[in-house]
Nanobody, 119 residues
Framework: QVQLVESGGGLVQAGGSLRLSCAASGRTFSSSDMGWFRQAPGKERVFVARISWPTMSTYYAEPVKGRFTISGDNAFNTVYLQMNSLKAEDTAVYYC????????????WGQGTQVTVSS
């Protein structure tokens, strides 16, 4: 089992920045992806960004490219999402998740952290 705990959410004005953290504990995997997703009110949860271990390669959804940066430590303990130039449409609950290598879907999820961007 993997436990994921997100933190760092809050209220910020448009144009501001926030840094989300996701702390992983329990069983870890030598090859896996850790991703960030978000769910706005009344909408489906959507992919935001991911980072892969051990290559540390990253991938972003188009709406956040150039504004968000995902990073993590080499020990697969913590992943971060630096969010700059925030917009009102970034308002959502943000979740981190783990996908083990070879799996089609993410199978471990955190509880989420609220990000609210005021315009």
């Amino acid at each position: 089992q993997v436990q994921l705990v997100e933190s760092g959410g809050g209220l910020v004005q448009a144009g501001g920045s926030l840094r989300l953290s996701c702390a992983a504990s329990g069983r870890t995997f030598s090859s896996s992806d850790m991703g960030w997703f978000r769910q706005a009110p009344g909408k489906e949860r959507v992919f935001v960004a991911r980072i892969s271990w051990p290559t540390m390669s990253t991938y972003y959804a188009e709406p956040v490219k150039g504004r968000f940066t995902i990073s993590g430590d080499n020990a697969f303990n913590t992943v971060y999402l630096q969010m700059n130039s925030l917009k009102a449409e970034d308002t959502a609950v943000y979740y981190c998740a783990v996908r083990r290598m070879g799996r089609a879907s993410y199978d471990y999820w955190g509880q989420g952290t609220q990000v609210t961007v005021s315009s």
